[in-house]
T-cell receptor, first 114, second 113 residues
Framework: AQSVAQPEDQVNVAEGNPLTVKCTYSVSGNPYLFWYVQYPNRGLQFLLK??????LVKGSYGFEAEFNKSQTSFHLKKPSALVSDSALYFC????????????FGSGTRLSIRP | DTAVSQTPKYLVTQMGNDKSIKCEQNLGHDTMYWYKQDSKKFLKIMFS???????INETVPNRFSPKSPDKAHLNLHINSLELGDSAVYFCASSPTDLYNEQFFGPGTRLTVL
């Protein structure tokens, strides 16, 4: 079965420190990979995606993610966290073979303390 | 200039009632979706339409019926509401190609009493 795992329900980081939100996936073939962010009482907002090419992709608000094919991972990173980064983050995978079906992870709540 | 809009934002109703949620996108996208987010924030796709045609229909009770009058609108009608239907429902849209990101509406919080 195709799946996406976000192993941490919550990640706590001090402001100014680097942050990592983990994501691993299990799909057949090569997938398209996405990160979305959800602020309280809001819809999801797109952060970044991996389609092909350079394994390190850069996105909105200073976030980046690294695609690692051998480890089937797509971890979200930021060199220096801000309190305003506190939100719920979703990793998502769309297999090449699937007609428009995207699979979301369970979400990771990121909390940045001042 | 809202990209994906949903109405209503909040919906409180009694068990057994029938209700509808409307969604509109002004992005010119061909594909629209309905998602359900439960109390644990888990997000699950319910339906997907491409150019008014149903292309994804997950294991959703028959009480849920999407309707797409044109490619800019995807409405969700729910019959005989149950307590377990309480959730936040998100509409989203995207261009057809699989590598495109989705644009989400603000959500409709449905509470069934």
């Amino acid at each position: 079965a195709q799946s996406v795992a976000q192993p941490e329900d919550q990640v706590n980081v001090a402001e100014g420190n680097p942050l990592t939100v983990k994501c691993t996936y299990s799909v057949s073939g090569n997938p398209y990979l996405f990160w979305y962010v959800q602020y309280p009482n809001r819809g999801l907002q797109f952060l970044l995606k991996y389609i092909t090419g350079d394994n390190l992709v850069k996105g909105s608000y200073g976030f980046e993610a690294e695609f690692n094919k051998s480890q089937t991972s797509f971890h979200l990173k930021k060199p220096s966290a801000l309190v305003s980064d506190s939100a719920l983050y979703f990793c998502a995978v769309r297999p090449y073979s699937s007609a428009s079906k995207i699979i979301f992870g369970s979400g990771t709540r990121l909390s940045i303390r001042p | 200039d809202t990209a994906v809009s949903q109405t209503p934002k909040y919906l409180v109703t009694q068990m057994g009632n029938d209700k509808s949620i409307k969604c509109e996108q002004n992005l010119g996208h061909d594909t629209m979706y309905w998602y359900k987010q439960d109390s644990k924030k888990f997000l699950k796709i319910m339906f997907s339409y491409n150019n008014k045609e149903l292309i994804i229909n997950e294991t959703v009770p028959n009480r849920f019926s999407p309707k797409s009058p044109d490619k800019a609108h995807l409405n969700l009608h729910i019959n005989s509401l149950e307590l377990g239907d309480s959730a936040v429902y998100f509409c989203a849209s995207s261009p057809t190609d699989l590598y495109n990101e989705q644009f989400f509406g603000p959500g409709t919080r449905l509470t069934v009493l």
